[in-house]
Structure formats: structure tokens, C-alpha cells
T-cell receptor
Framework: RKEVEQDPGPFNVPEGATVAFNCTYS??????FFWYRQDCRKEPKLLMS???SGNEDGRFTAQLNRASQYISLLIRDSKLSDSATYLC?????????????FGDGTTLTVKP | DGGITQSPKYLFRKEGQNVTLSCEQN?????MYWYRQDPGQGLRLIYY???????QKGDIAEGYSVSREKKESFPLTVTSAQKNPTAFYLC??????????????FGAGSRLTVL
């Protein structure tokens, strides 16, 4: 079993739709959680950190469920520009260095 | 603007050749990382460095080597011992300390193809 698992999709949704992705992690000692966005053939860029209390940034909402060991990303009112691969990243600390484990990504395509 | 510069963007290599990928950052970050990404997959850690003149193996270090002689620079050498080197290579950096050690800033990547 992979340490971080995501549904690869693809998720094909119309503009304006609400879409949600889940990501499960196996290491209960994980300490930090993120969503990164990666456009085709580009580098990943930080989308959101995920806090225990949940957090929202505009149309994006991230949640953490430590008991069930998953994080989620909700995108409301999808835009064409939201089409990308979304990477779930789970981290822990090793003598001050970040060690992050990446999921394989969920691909989202928003269609007109 | 601060950031990470990787070069070359595209590189073609013949089997049996070593190649070195450059990574330079001006973010004043202490920690630097090299990841490999294969199509449809997530990133896998090759090597990381927390401080100058020190580095540790990641999950897939075999066939790779690094150096960290300067804070700003963390070059990766893909040696002929790496059996399947064709991939997208990403360099990243972060601050150290729990507050931000897992928040990664990436370079634009180097795409290596072995002919």
C-alpha cells in the first residue's frame, strides 16, 4: 500500500460545478499536509496548506481528518483555469528537514 | 525576484554518459531537494541537503550523486549506473525548522531523455 493515495481520476466536470478530491495517508505520525497544483509539464506550486481546523481560500476549501487519516480539497464554482493535476503532500520532520511524500495526483479537467 | 533556476530545461543523453543538472536558488533557503517524476506518478525524493557540505539519500538515490558546496547551489549528477534515467527532475528548496520545512518551492524542472 502506498503511503499517500489519491484517486487518479480524471475528473471531468462542467464549468461552475463543485468537485471534491480525497487523499488518504498511512503514517499516523504525519505532521503537515498540503495541496499542490501542477499544470501539464510544469513544476508543482503550493495551493494550500491544510490545517486541523480546516481552511478556506476563495473557492477552495481544505479539510483534515486525523482520525480517518485523510485530507480533502473542495473546489466550488469550477473555472476552466482550474484544469490541472492536484497533488496531495504529506510531511513529517526529520531533524529540521522536511520530508514530504507525494501522492500520484488527481487530474481535473473543467469543460465549457 | 527570488526563485529557483534549473538548467538545462531539456537534455538528451546517450546511454553510458553521466550528466549534471544544475539547481541554483536565491531564496536564502537552507534546505534543498531533488525529486524525480515519471509520467502519471508523484514525486520521489532522490537526495536532500539541510546545510552546506551535508546531504542525505532519499528514497531512490541509487545511480545519482549530489554536492552542496554553496548554500545557493545543489547540482545533481545522473550517472550511467542509473538504469532508467529518462524522467522529469525537479529541484526544490525550503526553510528549515518545523514552521516551514515542508513548504517547498520548486524550480521549473529539467526533462532528461536517454536515447
Amino acid at each position: 500500500r502506498k503511503e499517500v493515495e489519491q484517486d487518479p481520476g480524471p475528473f471531468n466536470v462542467p464549468e461552475g460545478a463543485t468537485v471534491a478530491f480525497n487523499c488518504t495517508y498511512s503514517n499516523s505520525a504525519s505532521q503537515s499536509f498540503f495541496w499542490y497544483r501542477q499544470d501539464c509539464r510544469k513544476e508543482p506550486k503550493l495551493l494550500m496548506s491544510v490545517y486541523s481546523s480546516g481552511n478556506e481560500d476563495g473557492r477552495f476549501t481544505a479539510q483534515l481528518n486525523r482520525a480517518s487519516q485523510y485530507i480533502s480539497l473542495l473546489i466550488r464554482d469550477s473555472k476552466l483555469s482550474d484544469s490541472a493535476t492536484y497533488l496531495c503532500v504529506v510531511g513529517r520532520f526529520n531533524t529540521n528537514a522536511g520530508k514530504s511524500t507525494f501522492g500520484d495526483g488527481t487530474t481535473l479537467t473543467v469543460k465549457p | 525576484d527570488g526563485g529557483i533556476t534549473q538548467s538545462p530545461k531539456y537534455l538528451f543523453r546517450k546511454e553510458g554518459q553521466n550528466v549534471t543538472l544544475s539547481c541554483e536558488q536565491n531564496l536564502n533557503h537552507d534546505a534543498m531537494y531533488w525529486y524525480r517524476q515519471d509520467p502519471g506518478q508523484g514525486l520521489r525524493l532522490i537526495y536532500y541537503s539541510q546545510i552546506v557540505n551535508d546531504f542525505q539519500k532519499g528514497d531512490i538515490a541509487e545511480g545519482y550523486s549530489v554536492s552542496r558546496e554553496k548554500k545557493e547551489s545543489f547540482p545533481l549528477t545522473v550517472t550511467s549506473a542509473q538504469k532508467n534515467p529518462t524522467a522529469f527532475y525537479l529541484c526544490a528548496s525550503s526553510i528549515t525548522g518545523e514552521a516551514g520545512a515542508n513548504v517547498l518551492t520548486f524550480g521549473a524542472g529539467s526533462r532528461l531523455t536517454v536515447l
